[in-house]
Each structure stands twice: as C-alpha cells, then as structure tokens.
C-alpha cells in the first residue's frame, strides 16, 4: 500500500506539471518570469498586460486597459495565450526572420500533428487539438496552420464561433469569443527548434505604427502577437513573453516520470508471470 501512495503521488505530481499539454491553461510560475526587456521594463511587469495595453478610439471604455498576452516557454518550446478575460475575435501568432508578410510555404517552427487547417479545432470532449474546440452549429474560415504562423478568427460573419460547453481541456470560450487562457499542444514547436529560436522572432507584420510596436525594444514588431477583441477597433499587439521554468520544476518532473515508469515496468513484469 505504501508503495502505491508514492506512485499515486507522484502522478499526481506529473499531472501538475504537465496539465498545460493538455490545453488546459496554467499561468507560469512568478519564478519562471525574469529580467528584463531591452527598453528595461520587466517582463512581470509585461505579463499583467499594462504594458502593451489596448489601443483603439479615445472614446473607448477598451483604451488603455491591460491587452492579451501570450507565454513561450523557452525550454519545452510549449506557448500558451492569456486573452486578460477579453473576447478576442483574432489572434495570430508570427515566427519568422524576416520582416516580410510570411505565406504557407515560409519555413517555420510550428507543426500540427492533430490535423491542418478546420481540423486543427478541438473536438467537443477527448483529446484537445491546436485550437479551442468550436460551436458545431457555426461555420466559416479555417484557421491558419502554416509553417511559420498559427492563427484563426473567430465569431460571425467571418468563421465560427468557439464552443461554451465540453472538456475543460477543449474549451477556451465563456462567451463564443476566446476569452479563457489556452495551452497550444507541447508538439506545436517542433522540438528541433527550440533550442534556436528567440523571443525577437515572434513577430507582428505590417503593424509598425501601432503604438505597441516597439515598446518592449526588440525593434518594431518584435517579441509580439497580434489579436482583435470584439467591439474593439483595430488590430492589438500584445507581448509574447519568455518563460524559464525553474530547474526545480524539471527536477520534480522527471522524478516523477522515473517513478511512473517504474511502476509501469513493475505491473508488466507482474502481468507477463501472470500470463506464464
């Protein structure tokens, strides 16, 4: 029995660490969010998103309230998006090099193991895909699965609506819009690239007379995304910020995948005497 507990324990353990794979969204640790942009904001700071805040009409209850921001964790390669509580009807994740608009066949970190394209959307309940699952009774433009950018829009008239009710793993809406925080498969990023890419790289095109632009230093464009919000006017560039998790964390984690797989050995070891 005692033997039982710690294995219970540490998938316990494992589960914790790793939810965010499963599209269930998990705000980094306080630890894991350190130093510095080059405009010398800190990126705790950037991560409440005052920093890079909403920009749309003086007249706007929207102007200048904390935007979205998205994380990028700079050892497992996993990106995760917090929309702040917003409706976010847009939400385009760029990397590339170059300064240029990018197409389908610009080489890029992103991959999609879970299907391209309107099947890149998650179903209702089971295992989530790259996107939130959508409202099944609504249609409309495919989300974007290139190479070098992950994207969609969301609502009516352009695309469907995201869904309300499923697996807590599935859904990232309260309201139809992307309001809820969301975990993009860990596979996303191919692993091969991890390694070399950089936070200046994630980019927003064609957006340099945004007042966000170049707030965090990196050179206009750089180190952001880009996204809508419904009844919001205009395109918001919100933060893509770096995350260092802990080695801690790692630790923890691989001890707990160590017990896991000892266990598993065990109980096949013990079902293969059975079967003999």
Same mark, same amino acid.
């Given at each position: 029995?005692?033997?039982?507990r710690v294995?219970?324990?540490?998938l ?5 660490a ?12 306080? +630890?894991?969010?350190?130093? &510095?942009?080059?405009?010398? !904001?800190?990126? @705790?700071?950037?991560? $409440? =998103?005052?920093?890079?805040? *909403? ?51 610009t ?9 391209t ?30 190479? +070098?950018?992950?994207?969609? &829009?969301?609502?009516?008239p !352009?695309?469907a @609506?995201?869904a309300? $009710? =499923?697996?807590?793993?599935? *859904? ?18 191919n ?77 096949s070891? &013990? ?6």
């Amino acid at each position: 029995m005692a033997t039982r507990r710690v294995g219970l324990a540490f998938l316990a353990v494992l589960a914790l660490a790793i939810q965010a794979s499963a599209g269930i969204y998990v705000p980094p640790q306080a +630890a894991d969010i350190s130093g &510095t942009t080059p405009s010398g !904001l800190s990126w @705790s700071a950037v991560a $409440t =998103g005052t920093a890079l805040p *909403i920009r749309t009409s003086a007249t706007s209850a929207f102007n200048g309230q904390p935007g979205a921001v998205a994380y990028f964790n700079t050892l497992t390669g996993q990106l995760q998006v917090d929309p702040k509580g917003l409706n976010l009807n847009s939400m385009i994740i760029t990397y590339t090099t170059g300064t240029l608009n990018i197409s389908g066949t610009t080489p890029g970190p992103f991959t999609y193991a879970t299907g391209t394209g309107a099947n890149a959307y998650s179903p209702l309940t089971g295992t989530p895909k790259t996107f939130p699952a959508k409202d099944p009774t609504t249609a409309g433009l495919a989300p974007t699965t290139f190479p +070098a950018r992950v994207g969609t &829009t969301i609502g009516a008239p !352009l695309a469907a @609506s995201l869904a309300t $009710t =499923g697996d807590v793993g599935n *859904i990232a809406s309260t309201s139809g819009f992307w309001d809820l925080g969301w975990s993009f498969p860990p596979n996303l990023v191919n692993s091969g690239s991890v390694s070399a890419m950089v936070i200046s790289n994630f980019k927003t095109i064609n957006q340099n007379s945004n007042a966000n632009a170049n707030i965090l230093g990196y050179g206009l464009g750089s180190a952001t995304f880009q996204y809508g919000i419904n009844g919001a006017t205009g395109t918001q560039v919100g933060a893509v910020i770096p995350v260092v998790p802990e080695p801690s964390t790692y630790a923890l984690l691989g001890a707990a995948s160590l017990a896991i797989g000892a266990i598993c050995r065990r109980r096949s070891g &013990t079902n293969a005497a059975d079967v003999g």
